[in-house]
């Protein structure tokens, strides 16, 4: 019989399954919350938010200089020394700011934002703004001139500011031509030509009176029908009232914009030709329109404003009557307050304050 002998037969090794290729879970998450990341940096940091940002703006003393040039001088007059400051305030307004850029003014509390287009109308070009901008700031220019010789006492003339295009006037008369005399009446405030039309209609002739270069002249114009309801003949010219001295006022700042630094450019003229300090020595801002009959209108931004007065060392700010509601809620600490209607007002108050009497406050 045969012994059988059991052996083992060997098995091949399993073979060990390769390692996976590719990305795990976790870490496909962290690629996505990056990317996502990048791609709202992205966005917040170009893409741009339909809004403007307005903040505290540079300060200027209107008695003082920028760069060696002074900011009001006043040539072929005797002028008296100044001490202190008449600061005219300004708005700093941001344009094309982006999504994160607005956030972190708003979160600074100096800036607050505003609707692009309440600033930028639709299909207005920013350099349109800009011309308009600086034309106003030029208005106020002449109008504090206005006020402050008015207030002062100077004589005053009526002159042509503009003509109107096609109309009745634009053959014989022109811009800055000083007006003598309209339909046999004599003019001596720019009311007086309004007057003198007020019994005329379409196609009377009037007899205007002006004068050009030193020189009397004379002309027969045919009145045109104005655009509006009037039933008055339409002459076709802006009078203008304006200071009749013979010396000359030259405002000389740049980049700036806008009408609300009137009031401050008509208490430099007036402190400039008169004896002693109208503010006493001291450092004074203040911001509003003028007009030039003296009257203060009402401006945008004060808070700003106040807050760039008050971190230049003003401890006085004149305050437009119509913005006091609003300032006296935004006031700094340590910044008084005072109320004004007229540059009369301005000049009262800061005699008083210097003589240390009281002033009318917000």
Excluded at 138 to 146: C, F, G, L, N, W
Excluded at 237 to 259: N, T
Aim: charged content about 25%; glycine content about 12%; some cysteine.
């Amino acid at each position: 019989m045969t012994e059988r002998t059991e052996t083992a037969v060997e098995q091949p090794p399993v073979p060990t399954p390769p390692p996976r290729r590719g990305l795990t879970r976790r870490t496909w998450t962290l690629v996505i919350s990056l990317f996502s990341v990048l791609v709202l940096g992205l966005l917040g940091g170009f893409a741009r938010v339909p809004y403007v940002a307005l903040g505290p703006g540079p300060t200027y003393d209107t008695l003082g200089q920028v760069g060696d040039t002074d900011v009001v001088h006043i040539e072929g007059q005797e002028t008296f020394p100044t001490k202190g400051h008449l600061t005219m305030t300004t708005v700093q307004l941001t344009d094309d700011v982006s999504l994160f850029g607005a956030l972190g003014l708003w979160v600074s509390g100096r800036y607050a934002l505003a609707p692009r287009e309440e600033f930028f109308r639709p299909g207005e070009s920013e350099q349109k703004v800009r011309d308009e901008n600086t034309k106003a700031f030029q208005d106020s220019q002449t109008s504090a001139e206005v006020a402050a010789l008015r207030y002062l006492k100077y004589p005053m003339k009526v002159v042509v500011a503009e003509v109107t295009k096609g109309s009745a006037a634009e053959a014989s008369i022109e811009p800055n031509d000083r007006l003598l005399g309209v339909n046999g009446r004599t003019v001596a405030v720019a009311e007086d030509v309004r007057t003198a039309l007020s019994t005329t209609k379409p196609g009377d002739e009037v007899e205007v009176v002006f004068e050009r270069g030193g020189e009397k002249k004379s002309t027969r114009v045919t009145l045109g029908k104005p655009d509006d309801d009037r039933a008055n003949g339409f002459l076709g010219v802006l009078p203008v009232e304006r200071a009749d001295v013979p010396f000359e006022i030259k405002i000389s700042l740049d980049d700036v914009g806008g009408p609300s630094a009137g009031l401050m450019f008509a208490l430099s003229i007036v402190d400039k030709l008169t004896p002693g300090e109208l503010n006493g020595g001291n450092s004074v801002a203040g911001t509003g329109e003028i007009n030039d009959k003296g009257e203060v209108g009402r401006i945008g931004g004060i808070p700003f404003k106040m807050v760039a007065a008050r971190e230049g060392g003003a401890t006085v700010f004149l305050v437009p009557a119509g913005n006091c509601d609003e300032a006296r809620q935004h006031a700094p600490e340590g910044l008084r307050l005072v109320k004004v209607e007229k540059i009369d007002d301005a000049v009262k108050s800061l005699e008083s304050i210097d003589a240390g009497g009281d002033a009318p406050g917000c």
